[in-house]
């Protein structure tokens, strides 16, 4: 039996970092980290000791439901 090897991740795949995530959004720093407090917003990950970055994922996921939501 051979081990599980886990699934391959996507390509487009990657850490976005704050100002990828402003654009992407729309919103600014401020409300970023006040919907992250109140559970709204995906939490960032440390990804080094002064910096942070999202799952390009998890955003994505995050900007699609926003627009099911509106349809």
């Not at 910096?51 to 994505?60: N, P, R, T």
Request: proline content about 6%; hydrophobic content about 35%; glycine content about 6%.
């Amino acid at each position: 039996m051979q081990p599980s090897s886990p699934a391959p991740l996507s390509a487009d795949r990657h850490i976005m970092r704050r100002d990828e995530v402003e654009q992407k959004t729309g919103f600014k720093r401020s409300h970023i980290y006040n919907l992250m407090k109140a559970g709204l917003f995906p939490q960032c990950r440390r990804i080094g000791t002064r910096a942070v970055g999202w799952d390009s994922l998890e955003i994505e996921q995050w900007v699609q439901d926003r627009l099911s939501v509106r349809e």
